[in-house]
């Protein structure tokens, strides 16, 4: 975390669950590293965010403000 770019609290969605887990999202190079807490060694998972897409998604219908979504030739979160 020391050579980061950007640290910060991010929620990601589980729409099995329908739920949102918060980890600590840190931004490095071209990805978004994710936390379960911030002295974890190790990220949990991570997204690749370099030329990638960003659309906002509907608030009523994931029930969080300011929510995106990441698409990219990878995947999409």
Not at 29 to 52: C, H, M
Not at 54 to 74: I, L, P, T
Request: proline share 6%; no cysteine.
């Amino acid at each position: 975390m020391k050579t980061a770019s950007k640290v910060a609290p991010i929620y990601k969605f589980n729409p099995t669950m329908k739920t949102w887990t918060k980890y600590t999202g840190v931004l490095s190079g071209g990805y978004i590293y994710l936390f379960a807490k911030p002295k974890d060694p190790q990220p949990e998972t991570y997204v690749w965010v370099r030329n990638s897409d960003f659309e906002d998604v509907d608030e009523a219908h994931f029930g969080m403000a300011n929510a995106f979504q990441v698409k990219n030739k990878y995947s999409e979160t």
